[in-house]
């Protein structure tokens, strides 16, 4: 995010918007300052506006929302982990895989185990092209990739060097 944000300089009461999230520092990843400087900025509070009530500088802001952000994106990256470990459906995919034969594989895994995936195959390539980044370009699977389907039906994709 840039430091644009809200013409008005005031701030929304903090508190208010932790307690409303609820925001509980003994299980979260975040400090509480970096949850209070992510809450601001989600409201498009300024950088500088941010940093004028917190008595420090926009940079030191700007380090805070970056390490919150950094957080929340290892925090995701656990819970796929933690997802496609436990999945009960696992499915390799070797790198020179056509895109396009991902959904058979997985909808064939997933019958083999008893769990339904609901996902129609354009949705399904969509979220593995999408989980995968550039691993996949255009039909081509250019790195290995581990697709998981957990018991309740959740896709979890991750590259080789992630993976599973």
Same mark, same amino acid.
Request: aromatic share 4%; glycine share 6%; with cysteine.
């Given at each position: 995010?840039?430091?644009?944000?809200?013409?008005?300089?005031?701030?929304?009461?903090?508190?208010?918007?932790?307690?409303?999230?609820?925001?509980?520092?003994?299980?979260?990843?975040?400090?509480?300052?970096?949850?209070?400087?992510?809450?601001?900025?989600?409201?498009?509070?300024?950088?500088?506006?941010?940093?004028?009530?917190?008595?420090?500088?926009?940079?030191?802001?700007?380090?805070?929302?970056?390490?919150?952000?950094?957080?929340?994106?290892?925090?995701?990256?656990?819970?796929?982990?933690?997802?496609?470990?436990? &999945?009960? +459906?696992? /499915?390799?995919?070797? $790198?020179?895989?056509?895109?396009?034969? @991902?959904?058979?594989?997985?909808? %064939? !895994?997933?019958?083999? &185990?008893? +769990?339904? /995936?609901?996902?129609? $195959?354009?949705?399904?390539?969509?979220? @593995?092209?999408?989980?995968?980044? %550039? !691993?996949?370009?255009?039909?081509?699977?250019?790195?290995?990739?581990?697709?998981?389907?957990?018991?309740?039906?959740?896709?979890?994709?991750?590259?080789? !060097?992630?993976?599973?």
């Amino acid at each position: 995010m840039s430091d644009a944000g809200r013409d008005d300089e005031t701030v929304p009461d903090v508190d208010e918007l932790l307690d409303r999230a609820g925001f509980d520092p003994e299980t979260s990843v975040l400090t509480r300052r970096q949850a209070e400087v992510l809450a601001l900025r989600e409201r498009d509070v300024r950088q500088s506006t941010i940093a004028d009530s917190l008595g420090t500088s926009r940079a030191n802001v700007s380090s805070i929302e970056a390490s919150a952000r950094a957080n929340v994106e290892k925090a995701r990256e656990t819970v796929t982990f933690v997802d496609a470990l436990t &999945a009960p +459906v696992r /499915v390799e995919v070797p $790198a020179g895989s056509d895109l396009y034969d @991902v959904p058979k594989q997985v909808y %064939d !895994a997933c019958d083999e &185990a008893g +769990v339904k /995936v609901n996902q129609t $195959a354009p949705d399904l390539m969509k979220i @593995v092209s999408d989980a995968a980044g %550039d !691993a996949v370009e255009g039909r081509e699977i250019k790195e290995q990739l581990f697709v998981g389907v957990t018991s309740d039906g959740r896709v979890r994709v991750r590259r080789h !060097a992630d993976g599973i």
